[in-house]
Antibody, heavy 126, light 108 residues
Framework: QLQLQESGPGLVKPSETLSLTCTVS??????????WGWIRQPPGKGLEWIGS???????YYNPSLKSRVTISVDTSKNQFSLKLSSVTAADTAVYYC??????????????????WGQGTTVTVSS | EIVMTQSPATLSVSPGERATLSCRAS??????LAWYQQKPGQAPRLLIY???TRATGIPARFSGSGSGTEFTLTISSLQSEDFAVYYC??????????FGQGTKVEIK
């Protein structure tokens, strides 16, 4: 059974870079049938899509965060990672990684975020 | 950016009753809409994609309908485990996917 697990610091100082890793177990991150993504949820609020990556390294970012986000993949470790630079208190959230079901993110070939990690809380504070 | 608006914000329903949740898009998203369920302290769970296709393992009491700008998630007979927050998400406007703000289904 596929499982995703987020890891990284729970506390980041303002203006620094938030770094998280998602480890995939029970399956290969190199499958051609899936993309991998990051989603966040500020305390008491709704969900925000951050960005996605394919095992080949192709990335897609939310335009509202694009200037600060980098998502990368390490197929040898079955992991993908998120870096968010110049963080502020507004970046305080639970960060989730997820599997995106689809060989393409074009709507006709995409079938939803079907496996999620448990989430990790990141607080931005000095 | 496509804005997704869910209503009502909170829905009070008795167990066994029917729940109807609405999601409206600020412009057409065709049928490129998903629904997620989130319980307190848990990650979201995919319920529906393509506006009306149930994800693997989702009970038949969950159904989705709609296209264009108006969508509905119906839970035919609420079970105790269905009390949660439900989010719609459009994936038509690539790469700027957006979620609704959520509808909380609570016990009446």
């Amino acid at each position: 059974q596929l499982q995703l697990q987020e890891s990284g610091p729970g506390l980041v100082k303002p203006s620094e870079t938030l770094s998280l890793t998602c480890t995939v177990s029970g399956g290969s991150i190199s499958s051609s049938s899936y993309y991998w993504g990051w989603i966040r949820q500020p305390p008491g609020k709704g969900l925000e899509w951050i960005g996605s990556i394919y095992y080949s390294g192709s990335t897609y970012y939310n335009p509202s965060l694009k200037s600060r986000v980098t998502i990368s993949v390490d197929t040898s470790k079955n992991q993908f990672s998120l870096k968010l630079s110049s963080v502020t208190a507004a970046d305080t959230a639970v960060y989730y990684c997820a599997r995106l079901d689809g060989s393409s993110l074009s709507p006709n070939y995409y079938y939803g975020m079907d496996v999620w990690g448990q989430g990790t809380t990141v607080t931005v504070s000095s | 950016e496509i804005v997704m608006t869910q209503s009502p914000a909170t829905l009070s329903v008795s167990p066994g009753e029917r729940a109807t949740l609405s999601c409206r898009a600020s412009q057409s998203v065709s049928s490129n809409l998903a629904w997620y369920q989130q319980k307190p302290g848990q990650a979201p769970r995919l319920l529906i994609y393509g506006a009306s296709t149930r994800a693997t393992g989702i009970p038949a009491r969950f159904s989705g309908s709609g296209s264009g700008t108006e969508f509905t998630l119906t839970i035919s007979s609420l079970q105790s485990e269905d009390f949660a927050v439900y989010y719609c998400q459009q994936y038509n406007n690539w790469p700027q996917w957006t979620f609704g703000q959520g509808t909380k289904v609570e016990i009446k």
